[in-house]
């Protein structure tokens, strides 16, 4: 079932998707997921649009009961509604943006989390956070809410919110692992922008060496491919591994972009 990919990291520990549209990204059926295994603490890292996250946490032989910590990157539809399907016996934290959780809508109808603040404090102990939060110490660490020091265009967002005004994705965040090669950047759509995500993680801890990215990295057309192309290039970062929300257009134009990663890819570090 997993197709294991070495990183050239040492193995400290791997991130396995969980879930991902299978080819190209689209909006009704592309969810995501990933399970972070490292320092002997399992992190579930967005819950995907169904139920395929419970399901193919059992094919791997695990439950939602074996995860210690649930991390959302944004609020969107795709990475949230997978959550209603997973039950737990007992609290475990749940971390996210403080906007994460409020409503979002396209096209007049709800692309939002879809549970009351009120159903996840119940099931949950909810940290808001738009600080940086140290999920384990000193190893593993939500962002929290990323600068926006380069802007970005504003017909990239096309969602609003309940208020009616652009859902510019506030709440959009990432996790950073660090490694003993330096510094592995978790993405869930990068709406915040894949270079202020890697400038804004640059600066919290000291210009470490940004050493690898993976997840979601909002290229949906040809355009969106280049920039990001040439900014990963720019960084000169080594490992590169897309899941979600790109398109197959024309990517054998962009090497960068080889190594996208399918459901229960497990790539070690």
């Known amino acids: 079932m997993d197709n294991l990919i070495n990183a050239g990291f040492e193995k400290e520990g791997y991130v396995q998707v969980i879930n991902n549209e299978l080819n190209e990204f689209d909006n009704e059926n592309s969810g995501f997921s990933l399970l972070i295994n490292f320092e002997g603490k399992k992190i579930l890292f967005d819950f995907g649009i169904g139920r395929e996250v419970k399901e193919n946490l059992l094919k791997i032989g695990l439950t939602e009961e074996d995860i210690d910590f649930f991390v959302l990157s944004h609020g ?43 159903y996840l404090e119940n099931h949950f102990g909810i940290i808001c956070s738009k600080e940086p939060y140290e999920i384990i110490k000193d190893k593993v660490f939500f962002l929290g809410e990323i600068p926006r020091e380069n802007l970005l265009n504003e017909k990239n967002f096309p969602g609003k919110l ?3 005004s652009i859902d510019f994705c506030i709440d ?22 894949i270079d202020n995500i890697i400038n804004y993680s640059k600066g919290l801890f000291n210009n470490e060496k940004i050493y690898g990215i993976l997840g979601g990295m909002h290229m949906l057309n040809l355009d969106s491919l280049r920039k990001v192309s ?40």
Do not use: M, W
């Not at 475990?92 to 109808?109: Q, S, T, V, Y």
């Not at 591994?241 to 570090?269: A, G, M, W």
């Open 76 to 118: 969107h539809i795709d990475h949230t509604q997978g959550i209603k399907y997973l039950t737990l016996n007992e609290k475990k934290k749940f971390i996210c943006h403080p906007r994460a959780l409020e409503g979002k809508f396209f096209e007049g109808r709800s692309i939002g989390f879809p549970l009351t603040k009120e």
């Open 172 to 193: 959009d965040s990432a996790i950073a692992l660090k490694t003993d090669k330096g510094i592995l950047l978790i993405v869930g759509c990068s709406h915040s922008g």
């Open 162 to 164: 309940a208020d009616g």
């Open 230 to 269: 040439s900014i990963l290039e720019k960084e000169n970062i080594a490992n590169i591994f897309p899941t979600h929300c790109i398109i197959n257009e024309n990517k054998e134009s962009f090497p960068l972009f080889q190594k996208r990663l399918k459901t229960f890819d497990k790539v070690y570090f």
